[in-house]
């Protein structure tokens, strides 16, 4: 759903709401274009990291999520694939220059202060404490103290036995997809001497992101398992969300896995990790390549830069007679002023604003509505109309709120 059509048009008849394939309970709230190819993202205070493979890293503000801004830039030595951040430090796995690591202390002007190069293609990063977990195409696992981060130094290594494309960390686990072999674990209790302890044969494995006792592998063949590691030794698939299409990468924050496809964000509950299901999605991501999360939003690369995201929850059930009410098509974005439109088949009987809790905000009126001392989010039209002289009909519709 492009960004226009979100704000001029889509409080559909809720009878063909069945929504459209383009979105589901998510919206495209801000969106900034950097040069280049962008990577991997991570998000730290009120700024979005991004590498960039054709120019390095790119800082950008969030602090306005519907106007992030590229505030800084730094370039780097090789291509830049993936990026962790942990407080003033940006550490990037840069392919063929291996592990960069800048300082971000001053977003406007971030600058490389140390680096270490592994012997093949760097292509993810995971940071814990005071160590880098950088996973090398070719040869496997490096384990890197960051303690100073002027001199980077290699204290661990483990082999692994095909293509390591990305790195997550648990506790003392490293979690690795491994293209051909699926997910690998290993143990990092000692980082000088990093151990594979198990292995899931998870076909196709490109992303890895891990939290608790799961690891949350993205397939190129069906969507995203969850692996049990409670016994790391024998990590056992529980679960899988078939999305239909390849998962390149994904983010875990709070009970939601955010995962992107070539062309679609896609939201899904693990608040039941056996049990994970798409709960929202996005189409028309263009090329996507990376994701994080906080609490409130989705920070997407692809081929057009960063877009922000919004998942605003499934929210209140449409009810079945939305095709009773007004066939004009009216925003679902408001500012200030609520416009109800009375149908002119059906009569009226009640209407009131709730809020995402489903508590009733306010009654509403035919015509204009004040909504400007309301907070800004997503709210629910519920709308009572008569239908005959013996029975009324009740829909319902969201509308989003803004400044």
């Given at each position: 759903?492009?960004?226009?059509?979100?704000?001029?048009?889509?409080?559909?008849?809720?009878?063909?709401?069945?929504?459209?394939?383009?979105?589901?309970?998510?919206?495209?709230?801000?969106?900034?274009?950097?040069?280049?190819?962008?990577?991997?993202?991570?998000?730290?205070?009120?700024?979005?990291?991004?590498?960039?493979?054709?120019?390095?890293?790119?800082?950008?503000?969030?602090?306005?999520?519907?106007?992030?801004?590229?505030?800084?830039?730094?370039?780097?030595?090789?291509?830049?694939?993936?990026?962790?951040?942990?407080?003033?430090?940006?550490?990037?796995?840069?392919?063929?220059?291996?592990?960069?690591?800048?300082?971000?202390a001053d977003p406007a002007h971030p600058s490389e202060v140390g680096h270490y190069d592994t012997p093949g293609l760097a292509t993810s990063v995971a940071v814990n404490?005071?160590?880098?977990?950088?996973?090398?195409?070719?040869?496997?696992?490096?384990?890197?103290?960051?303690?100073?981060?002027?001199?980077?130094?290699?204290?661990?290594?483990?082999?692994?036995?095909?293509?390591?494309?990305?790195?997550?960390?648990?506790?003392?686990?490293?979690?690795?997809?491994?293209?051909?072999?699926?997910?690998?674990?290993?143990?990092?209790?000692?980082?000088?001497?990093?151990?594979?302890?198990?292995?899931?044969?998870?076909?196709?494995?490109?992303?890895?992101?891990?939290?608790?006792?799961?690891?949350?592998?993205?397939?190129?063949?069906?969507?995203?398992?969850?692996?049990?590691?409670?016994?790391?030794?024998?990590?056992?698939?529980?679960?899988?969300?078939?999305?239909?299409?390849w998962v390149g990468s994904a983010a875990i924050y709070n009970n939601y896995a955010y995962a992107i496809g070539y062309s679609r964000l896609y939201v899904i509950s693990?608040?039941?990790?056996?049990?994970?299901?798409?709960?929202?999605?996005?189409?028309?991501?263009?090329?996507?390549?990376?994701?994080?999360?906080?609490?409130?939003?989705?920070?997407?690369?692809s081929d057009s830069g960063l877009g922000v995201y919004q998942f605003y929850g499934a929210g209140i059930e449409e009810r079945k007679y939305a095709e009773l009410r007004?066939?004009?098509?009216?925003?679902?974005?408001?500012?200030?002023?609520?416009?109800?439109?009375?149908?002119?088949?059906?009569?009226?009987?009640?209407?009131?604003?709730?809020?995402?809790?489903?508590?009733?905000?306010?009654?509403?009126?035919?015509?204009?509505?004040?909504?400007?001392?309301?907070?800004?989010?997503?709210?629910?039209?519920?709308?009572?109309?008569?239908?005959?002289?013996?029975?009324?009909?009740?829909?319902?519709?969201?509308?989003?709120?803004?400044?």
């Amino acid at each position: 759903m492009k960004a226009s059509s979100i704000v001029y048009c889509l409080v559909v008849l809720l009878v063909s709401a069945a929504q459209a394939d383009d979105s589901l309970n998510v919206r495209l709230v801000g969106s900034c274009h950097a040069p280049g190819r962008a990577g991997g993202v991570a998000k730290e205070g009120n700024y979005a990291f991004v590498a960039n493979v054709d120019s390095g890293l790119y800082v950008i503000s969030v602090a306005d999520p519907a106007h992030p801004t590229v505030v800084g830039h730094a370039d780097t030595p090789g291509r830049a694939w993936a990026v962790a951040v942990s407080g003033n430090y940006a550490y990037v796995a840069d392919q063929t220059a291996g592990l960069r690591v800048i300082s971000v202390a001053d977003p406007a002007h971030p600058s490389e202060v140390g680096h270490y190069d592994t012997p093949g293609l760097a292509t993810s990063v995971a940071v814990n404490g005071n160590y880098a977990y950088v996973t090398d195409v070719d040869s496997g696992l490096w384990v890197i103290s960051i303690s100073d981060q002027a001199h980077p130094t290699k204290v661990g290594h483990c082999e692994l036995p095909d293509t390591a494309y990305s790195v997550a960390v648990t506790g003392h686990l490293a979690c690795i997809a491994d293209y051909i072999h699926g997910l690998r674990v290993v143990s990092v209790a000692d980082p000088a001497n990093p151990v594979e302890v198990g292995h899931d044969d998870t076909l196709g494995a490109i992303s890895v992101t891990a939290s608790g006792n799961y690891a949350y592998v993205g397939s190129f063949e069906d969507g995203l398992y969850v692996i049990s590691l409670a016994d790391s030794a024998h990590p056992v698939q529980v679960g899988r969300c078939n999305t239909h299409e390849w998962v390149g990468s994904a983010a875990i924050y709070n009970n939601y896995a955010y995962a992107i496809g070539y062309s679609r964000l896609y939201v899904i509950s693990v608040s039941d990790p056996p049990h994970a299901d798409t709960v929202g999605h996005y189409l028309w991501l263009h090329a996507a390549v990376g994701v994080a999360a906080d609490a409130d939003y989705a920070y997407v690369t692809s081929d057009s830069g960063l877009g922000v995201y919004q998942f605003y929850g499934a929210g209140i059930e449409e009810r079945k007679y939305a095709e009773l009410r007004a066939t004009e098509c009216e925003p679902t974005v408001v500012r200030g002023v609520l416009f109800l439109a009375e149908a002119t088949s059906l009569k009226l009987q009640a209407a009131s604003l709730l809020d995402i809790s489903g508590r009733k905000v306010m009654d509403l009126h035919p015509g204009a509505n004040g909504v400007s001392m309301l907070a800004p989010g997503v709210y629910f039209v519920m709308e009572r109309s008569a239908v005959s002289g013996e029975r009324s009909a009740t829909s319902t519709r969201k509308v989003i709120i803004t400044r």
